[in-house]
């Protein structure tokens, strides 16, 4: 696959610009639309190849993947006259890394399936650090035969690549996904908190229940730009808030009750209310030490 195929990728933010320089690095054709062209000028200097809409990239390509930001945005970028599924090439391949709707990622599969298309919702988790370093885990949803036609590619992106099942089924494992960050981001703050007010040095607390039953990777990797009063997103308040509405909608349609998410999406609300939405998840822990108005 490797030596035959082009890839398009839309959306180069946070997480989707290093995507981007990963596949590079391991010899795919990259080619690349974003909304703010000027936004992906490094990724154009480095060779990356710039296509001026969403259409004349889905026609230059093979496999399509696109991470953006909410529902709304897969939509625009999927479906209408200049969208991919009216545009991408018959036999084409569109990955979508967005973490949005399960219904939405079995609406494109429908409409792709029309176009003689294959589609698959292949949400990530790992944030800034996991797409810098190529080991995101990647939860997909779609056909058997097109996630084995395509691991070749995830593989440089990810580590922990695991089909879950048919059309949606990424998307429903990646709302499981931030259910469990959800509640164990207040731990983590709680926890920061209270190692301070003991007088005990936060980091040396972490050395020490990092690598015990409280371990996770939010204490690991987040819990240390808490200490340091590093804010800068990993991943954005307002996305993390995005995925725990799409989370408790779901919970709530089929009939589950999941205080944890509740509590936690109230508290982030309230951090996005006093100008975090564009901080890093870590940000939270503001609300625990009183540094907002």
């Known amino acids: 696959m490797q030596s035959k195929k082009n890839i398009g990728f839309i959306g180069t933010g946070v997480m989707g610009k290093s995507i981007i320089e990963n596949l590079q690095k391991a010899g795919f054709t990259v080619h690349i639309f974003t909304r703010t062209k000027i936004k992906a000028q490094t990724l ?9 809409s969403i259409a004349t990239l889905a026609q230059a390509t093979d496999v399509i993947m696109t991470m953006v930001g909410y529902p709304n945005d897969v939509e625009d970028i999927y479906f209408g006259s200049n969208g991919i599924i009216n545009n991408a090439k018959p036999g084409s391949y569109i990955i979508d890394l967005t973490t949005s709707k399960p219904a939405l990622a079995k609406l494109i599969d429908q409409q792709a399936r029309s176009q003689q298309l294959h589609a698959l919702d292949a949400p990530v988790s790992g944030g800034d650090i996991g797409a810098k370093n190529g080991t995101l885990a990647i939860m997909v949803g779609g056909e058997q035969s097109a996630y084995e036609e395509v691991l070749p590619i995830l593989q440089v992106i990810g580590e922990n690549i695991i089909l879950q ?14 259910i469990a960050i959800a509640s164990n981001m207040i731990g983590v703050c709680e926890t920061i908190v209270y190692a301070k007010k003991a007088g005990l040095d936060p980091l040396k607390v972490l050395d020490s229940i990092t690598t015990g039953a409280a371990g996770s990777w939010s204490l690991s990797n987040l819990a240390p730009r808490m200490i340091k009063g590093d804010f800068a997103p990993g991943f954005f308040v307002k996305h993390f808030i995005k995925d725990m509405t799409i989370a408790l909608e779901s919970a709530q349609e089929m009939g589950l009750s999941t205080p944890g ?12 209310s006093k100008g975090e939405n564009d901080s890093g998840t870590q940000a939270l822990i503001k609300l625990f030490t009183n540094e907002l108005p």
């Open 261 to 272: 998410l509740e509590l936690s999406l109230q508290l982030y609300k309230e951090l996005a």
């Open 165 to 178: 099942g048919e059309a949606g089924a990424g998307q429903h494992t990646k709302l499981a996904n931030q």
């Open 44 to 52: 154009i200097e480095n060779g990356a190849i710039w296509e001026n």
